[in-house]
């Protein structure tokens, strides 16, 4: 069974500072997605990654997968409050079968 | 337009009762999903349509039992009603193929409380 952890679950971090959150997962996979969900709010999708290697970069967030390694990373740089969020990421494996982390609740305090 | 719109937004209902949770998407997407998601925000998978065809069946209980008129319509029908199924449900929908790489466009939940 494929599982997901992702750590920290929770970061309270300032405005201006920089912090990497981190996603694991148990089994070889076809894709990893990251998704931020604002309180009370759908799921909106950031970033989709394909292959070992990959890089993607939007704003202030930058995500990478490492195959090898089972783990992606979603960088925070220079944090600013509308960052303020939980996000999760999502592994595939298999037809369409998508394994959630629990989610990181990321705080910015101004 | 919304892109995957799911009604009602809020339920509330008494244990015992059935219940339906109706989800539309106008993306000309051909696979549609249910998600529930708990208290503690973990999300689950429970259900995967294709074109109308079931594709994923989670360890859900058979009181849950979802229908897919056509590929743009995914409906959540709960019979009897327990004080655990209260959570958020989202309804999603993805290409298979496609240029989107199948991420997920999520409805905005329907928050159900069982009482």
């Known amino acids: 069974e494929l599982k997901v952890e992702q750590n920290p679950l929770f970061l309270s971090m300032q405005e201006g500072k920089n912090y990497t959150i981190y996603c694991n997962y148990s089994t070889t996979s076809d894709r990893l997605y990251w998704y931020r969900q604002d309180p009370g709010k759908s799921l909106e999708s950031l970033f989709v990654?394909?292959?070992?290697?990959a890089v993607k970069q939007e704003g202030r967030l930058m995500a990478s997968l490492d195959t090898k390694a089972r783990l992606s990373t979603l960088h925070i740089t220079a944090a600013v409050h509308d960052l303020s969020a939980t996000y999760f990421c999502a592994v595939v494996r298999g037809y369409q079968k998508v394994t959630f982390g629990i989610g990181t609740k990321l705080q910015v305090i101004p | 337009d919304t892109a995957v719109s799911q009604t009602p937004k809020y339920l509330v209902t008494q244990m015992g009762n059935d219940k339906s949770i109706k989800c539309e998407q106008n993306?000309?997407?051909?696979?549609m999903y249910w998600y529930k998601q708990d208290s503690k925000k973990f999300l689950k998978i429970m259900f995967s349509?294709?074109?109308?065809?079931?594709?994923i069946n989670e360890t859900v209980p058979n009181r849950f039992s979802p229908k897919s008129p056509d590929k743009a319509h995914l409906n959540l029908h709960i019979n009897s009603l327990e004080l655990g199924d209260s959570a958020v449900y989202f309804c999603?929908?993805?290409?298979?193929?496609?240029?989107?790489?199948?991420?997920?466009?999520f409805g905005s939940g329907t928050q159900l409380s069982v009482l």
């Open positions: 349509y294709n074109n109308k065809e079931l594709i």
């Open positions: 990654l394909l292959s070992n290697g």
């Open positions: 999603a929908s993805s290409y298979v193929q496609g240029p989107t790489n199948e991420k997920l466009f």
């Open positions: 993306l000309g997407h051909d696979t």
